[in-house]
């Protein structure tokens, strides 16, 4: 076993990888050919990732692929996705060449509202803390103001701060509930820092209030920080056509597949087995666009899947009805994104994503996120509700295979053909691949 190291941060990129290559890998040489392939050959660029997070060594690669064909509000987009699963960007693009004709996507901004706490102990009596909370309230505003100042220039800022009994839920517990409005950042650093000012601006005023107690005055600040549970920054994405428009498969009148849609949907609805699932397909096409536009996709994951047990049940994203003639197929889906800040700007992939899009502004982009995650869905629902998941996945995962098993281009196209009439799986393939070679 190898001894633990100190001060490995502060080792040059290449100790660091020689002394990973010697202490933790079977082949030293080629663990360390392995990382060093994948440096860029533009050293600004390379310097560039280096120094988003500590101790970098190289790059992990994941592929950038477009969605074309998706009308949103009637303007024609197509849409970078970063995602590893080779059936997604297909299945986007499948839905969006679907919905093109029958008056595409249509998305409503809900509300773009994001939370923060400042989570603290209170040992004294509860009547006190109200009157000298309202007292402190403008004390709290004033206090942030060089903070606030260029949110609210951009018309953003502080929207409210309200305190929070919790002491139901834990002894002594309150909060500074506060809200804000961050425009077309997403806010984290802004929300942050606002929430460090009040905690620290309540303490202090805490200690100098003379209606407390020397116990009451003792603020224990416990955290103060933003929440990615943001049930009122929220989008919807909406797609309808007459049924007899739902032509998916010959296999099934369109009555009988918008049924079957509605039918899969409220299954996800009561099932929280099939819910996750169900959500993690939605996630497909959400956290692509996400990873692709710079943003968080752990907060946006946090934050969905929140959302979608809110009412104490874990539920589908997405809704499906039938209404007369008319099928209607929404999602509403929580999404604090930034368009401005952090790595939007900073990553050239990032920036390149935007500018594609047309440099949305955040609901824009809330918009077109909540679109990917429907489409997605549409698209899995509609595979599952007829063929089954498994014949588009292996054709898709059919290059992967034959990657894996070394196949040549010429192979890789030969089988190709010859597994569009065919069930790819992996031995199949391996199978045909044999017989290739030995008859080379
Ligand atoms: C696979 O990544 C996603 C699906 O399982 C989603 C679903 O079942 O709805 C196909």
Redesign the pocket.
């Known amino acids: 076993m190898p001894s633990p190291i100190s001060g490995f941060s502060k080792l040059t990129k290449e100790e660091k990888i020689d002394w990973l290559a010697t202490n933790y890998s079977a082949n030293t040489e080629s663990t360390k050919t392995i990382i060093k392939k994948y440096w860029n050959t533009d050293s600004n660029l390379q310097q560039l990732h280096d120094e988003f997070i500590e101790n970098t060594l190289t790059n992990f690669y994941l592929p950038l692929g477009i969605a074309p064909n998706f009308l949103i509000n009637n303007q024609l987009l197509a849409i970078p996705m970063v995602i590893e699963?080779s059936?997604?960007v297909a299945?986007a693009s499948r839905a969006a060449k679907f919905w093109l004709d029958k008056g595409g996507f249509k998305t409503t901004v809900l509300g773009t509202e994001k939370v923060g706490q400042v989570h603290f102990i209170y040992v004294g009596d509860t009547k006190k803390l109200t009157n000298f909370f309202n007292e402190l309230k403008p004390k709290l505003h004033e206090a942030t103001k060089n903070l606030t100042h260029s949110m609210e220039k951009r018309g953003g800022g502080i929207l409210d701060i309200s305190l929070r009994n919790k002491t139901a839920d834990l002894d002594n517990y309150f909060q500074l509930h506060c809200t804000f409005e961050t425009k077309d950042a997403m806010g984290a650093n802004f929300i942050n820092s606002c929430l460090e000012q009040l905690a620290t601006t309540l303490k202090e005023e805490a200690n100098n209030y003379e209606s407390f107690t020397p116990i009451e005055k003792k603020i224990e600040v416990v955290m103060s920080i933003l929440s990615n549970y943001v049930p009122n920054c929220v989008v919807r994405a909406e797609v309808s056509c007459p049924i007899d428009k739902l032509n998916v498969t010959a296999s099934l009148t369109p009555i009988a597949f918008a049924n079957k849609i509605v039918r899969?949907v409220q299954i996800?609805n009561v099932e929280p087995h099939?819910a996750v699932?169900?959500?993690?397909?939605?996630m497909?096409g959400v956290d692509a666009v996400v990873l692709a536009t710079g943003n968080d996709f752990r907060a946006i994951e946090a934050g969905v899947h929140a959302y979608a047990s809110k009412d104490g049940h874990y539920r589908s994203l997405t809704n499906a009805t039938i209404e007369g003639d008319i099928f209607r197929f929404w999602i509403e889906l929580p999404l604090a994104l930034g368009t401005v800040g952090g790595l939007t700007s900073i990553h050239p992939l990032a920036k390149l994503s935007l500018e594609l899009l047309q440099k949305p502004s955040a609901e824009e982009l809330m918009q077109i996120i909540a679109v990917a995650g429907l489409a997605?869905?549409f698209a899995?629902?509609s595979?599952?509700v007829t063929t089954g998941?498994q014949q588009g996945?292996m054709k898709m995962h059919l290059g992967n295979i034959l990657t894996q098993l070394g196949a040549t281009e010429a192979q890789k196209e030969q089988l190709t053909n010859r597994f569009k009439n065919e069930t790819v799986t992996h031995s199949a393939v391996a199978d045909a691949l044999k017989v290739l070679n030995t008859n080379k």
């Open positions: 699963e059936s997604v299945a899969a996800a099939r699932t169900h959500n993690k397909g939605i497909n997605q869905n899995a629902l595979a599952l998941i996945h």
